[in-house]
């Protein structure tokens, strides 16, 4: 099993910034990739960001310039710095990773979600 744990959301004015945390646990081999998506009410579940490992950081067109997606290999945690947030931005942030376990098997899991919300 793998564990994923998110942290960090909050309340923050239109502008200000925000960092999530993602920390991954269990039985982990390796990192394959890590993501973060968002929804709001009423909408369907989008990207926002996702990172290889090795490899290519990709981004929404709607949080290009205003969010960066790193990635600690060595603590197995991801990082999302929002910065100029937008009441837009306003959701609940979850984390998704794909690992390679010990048994070579690839899984999927996910966070169990971090509320943003944007509010003057």
């Known amino acids: 099993q793998v564990q994923l744990v998110e942290s960090g959301g909050g309340l923050v004015r239109p502008g200000g910034s925000l960092r999530l945390s993602c920390a991954a646990s269990g039985n982990i081999f390796r990192i394959a990739t890590m993501g973060w998506y968002r929804q709001a009410p009423g909408n369907q579940r989008e990207l926002v960001a996702t990172?290889?490992?090795?490899?290519?950081?990709n981004y929404a067109d709607s949080v290009k310039g205003r969010f960066t997606l790193s990635i600690d290999t060595a603590k197995n945690t991801m990082y999302l710095q929002m910065n100029s947030l937008k009441p837009e931005d306003t959701a609940v942030y979850f984390c998704?990773?794909?690992?390679?376990?010990?048994?070579?098997?690839?899984?999927?899991?996910w966070g169990q979600g971090t509320q943003v919300t944007v509010s003057s």
């Open positions: 990172v290889t490992n090795p490899g290519s950081t």
């Open positions: 998704t990773a794909r690992v390679q376990r010990t048994t070579g098997v690839f899984s999927d899991s």
